[in-house]
């Protein structure tokens, strides 16, 4: 347990969207496992605009155990890794430990990652000693996994799962980037001096239905893909290159057949899907520069990134303790 006002070794963080029905349930693990640990700690939780009655839930662990709860309200959702960010922001501690609030990473794990921390790691990612989800998502996220490997330089083994520590070095970088879309680990990563990575224990979620639809899923890896590598934009400029290549070469082709065997007017069809395929080429093209240009576009409009409405912190009737968070304004 911490004493009041002490500074946390340990942040935790987890975000929070319609999470009503497991709650309860994490709170019942998280705690005693963290009070087990007994290093003075936080947790933050990031309600990212549930519509349940997660928020009140929440409010009722803030008032139950104020002096390590800390509580961030979004005005609205802002997707996973927003609210990954603006739990960062908010912690004080050496070691930030990010957790998904549905119990498939084990809040009994968590002395693993503090244990791998101490010996001088700055990023400690980790692997799910067996998966817990569905076939069809387990083998998607390897296909995006060996994808990734390849095109960027980043090397996390198991990039679905969120179970993860960081040192405040990497939480002090990811909290000066500005970026819109993001994957936190893939940009904690690059931050990180030394990073290693360690095997957890995973479970089926525990209640309520996973957050991800096959859309979002698809987005957030388009969101790893082109954030963190030009690979996709490199690669097509080079296909272009080698089909127009191949182009040029049939219409010479076809025009020494015109001179010296005459026209053949029963390849019109294959002309035409020749034409059809190159149409297709040109429109994913077209998609892939866009996805830059959105993010470009994103980044332009300078919005802010996401509103917080509340946090509730401190202990109600005491006067808060705004040192750090006036430091933080000044230092801006
Ligand atoms: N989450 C969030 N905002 C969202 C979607 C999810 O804060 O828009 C949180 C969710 O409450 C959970 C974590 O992110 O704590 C992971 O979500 P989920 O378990 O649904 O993802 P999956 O395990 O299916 O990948
Ligand atoms: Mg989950």
Redesign the pocket.
């Known amino acids: 347990m911490t004493a009041l006002g002490m500074k946390p070794e340990v942040s935790i963080v ?6 009503e029905a497991g709650l309860a349930n994490l709170f019942a693990r998280l705690y005693p496992a963290m009070d087990k640990l007994g290093l003075p700690y936080e947790v933050i939780f ?1 309600n ?3 519509r349940d009655n997660s928020v009140a839930i929440l409010a009722e662990q803030y008032r139950k155990r104020p002096d390590v709860t800390r509580v961030v309200l979004f005005n609205g ?4 890794h927003m ?2 960010l603006a739990g960062f922001e908010q912690t004080r501690g050496d070691i930030v430990i990010t ?4 119990l ?1 990473n084990p809040p009994e794990e968590i002395h693993k990652l503090v244990a791998k921390m101490r010996e001088g790691y700055d990023y400690v990612g980790s692997i799910r000693r067996k998966r817990q ?1 569905s076939a069809w ?1 387990t083998y998607a996220s390897k296909a995006m996994n060996r994808l990734r490997e390849r095109i960027t330089n980043i090397h996390i083994t198991d990039q ?1 799962n ?1 179970l993860r520590a960081y040192g405040r070095n990497v939480i002090d970088l990811v909290n000066q980037c500005g970026e819109v879309n993001t994957f936190v680990p893939a940009l904690a990563y690059k931050f990180s001096r030394k990073p290693t990575e360690i095997v957890v224990e995973h479970e089926e ?1 525990a209640a ?5 639809s096959l859309y ?2 698809i987005r957030l890896n388009f969101d790893l893909m082109t954030g963190f590598s030009l690979v996709p934009l490199q690669l097509f400029s080079l296909m272009g290159m080698v089909l127009s290549l191949l182009s040029a070469l049939l219409v010479v082709v076809l025009l020494v057949r015109r001179l010296f065997i005459g026209s053949e007017a029963d390849g019109v069809f294959t002309l035409f899907a020749i034409a059809f395929f190159f149409m297709g080429v040109i429109l994913f093209g077209i998609g892939l520069v866009g996805e830059y240009v959105g993010r470009i576009y994103q980044q332009v409009r300078a919005r802010p990134r996401y509103v917080v409405a509340t946090i509730l912190q401190g202990i109600p009737g005491e006067k808060p303790d705004l040192e750090g968070v006036e430091k933080r304004q000044v230092a801006r």
Do not use: F, T
Not at 77 to 80: A, I, K, R
Not at 99 to 102: E, H, I, K, P
Not at 208 to 212: A, F, R, T, W
């Open positions: 987890i975000p929070v969207y319609n999470e990031i990212d605009g549930s959702n802002y997707g996973q609210a990954i957790l998904d609030a549905d498939q989800d998502r679905g969120m979620r309520g239905e996973s957050k991800y979002s899923l």
